[in-house]
């Protein structure tokens, strides 16, 4: 998994990684702005919108984004990461694998499915750990382990699909889980540090290309 993660940064100047990372960071500040506005408007509606009272929901409203845009950031990459696992894939094979034969996986229908479906189970999954990091030191970590799991498994997968059906992506994630899930958990601890977390798409999907193809080398 260090190698996968290594050769993932080490492509980070690649041209082809340039557009992703750019609409990156685009989703994810926009995903972010509207967290944020409607977090500050629906705490200064709760307070009735006029004077000091007002003022004090919408800063403690948008001390509460903040503190969800951090946690949330997971399933905002996810999103992300789905949109741009084709092309960044590409680009890893193109470099590192340029002997693999084209892609004939899922279909596109059932790539976007996945996504979606990924994204909305991270989402989900996120929130139901939120009340997680109220507990010092110990809940922190286990929320961060639960979602690395579920992180890891879905890039990996998600990544697979690419070159795999369904059923064969649930088989490679079988196979990769502990370098998958220790993926999932370096993605989740970038995912927590400002700027680093935009890396998050893009490195998650191409360590993903990595990990699948030293599998099928074993």
């Not at 789905?82 to 693999?100: D, K």
């Amino acid at each position: 998994m260090i190698r996968a993660v290594a050769l993932a940064f080490a492509q980070l100047d690649d041209p082809a990684f340039r557009r992703p990372l750019l609409w990156g960071v685009f989703g994810a500040a926009l995903a972010m702005a509207l967290l944020a506005w409607g977090a500050i408007e629906g705490a200064a509606w709760l307070a009735g919108g006029t004077g000091w009272l007002s003022w004090l929901a919408q800063a403690g409203g948008g001390i509460a984004a903040l503190v969800l845009a951090w946690w949330l950031f997971l399933p905002v990459a996810a999103a992300i990461a789905a949109q741009l696992v084709e092309p960044v894939a590409a680009a890893v094979e193109h470099r590192h694998y340029p002997r693999l034969p084209p892609p004939q996986g899922a279909s596109i229908a059932a790539q976007l499915a996945f996504g979606l479906r990924f994204g909305l189970r991270l989402l989900v999954l996120q929130l139901l750990l939120l009340p997680l990091l109220f507990v010092p030191v110990v809940g922190f970590a286990l929320a961060l382990l639960v979602s690395a799991h579920a992180l890891g498994a879905g890039m990996v997968q998600q990544t697979a699909l690419l070159r795999m059906d369904r059923a064969q992506a649930r088989a490679a994630w079988g196979r990769l889980r502990l370098s998958g899930w220790a993926l999932g958990l370096v993605l989740a601890l970038m995912a927590l540090v400002p700027l680093l977390n935009l890396l998050v798409p893009v490195v998650g999907t191409a360590a993903s290309v990595h990990l699948l193809q030293q599998s099928t080398k074993v």
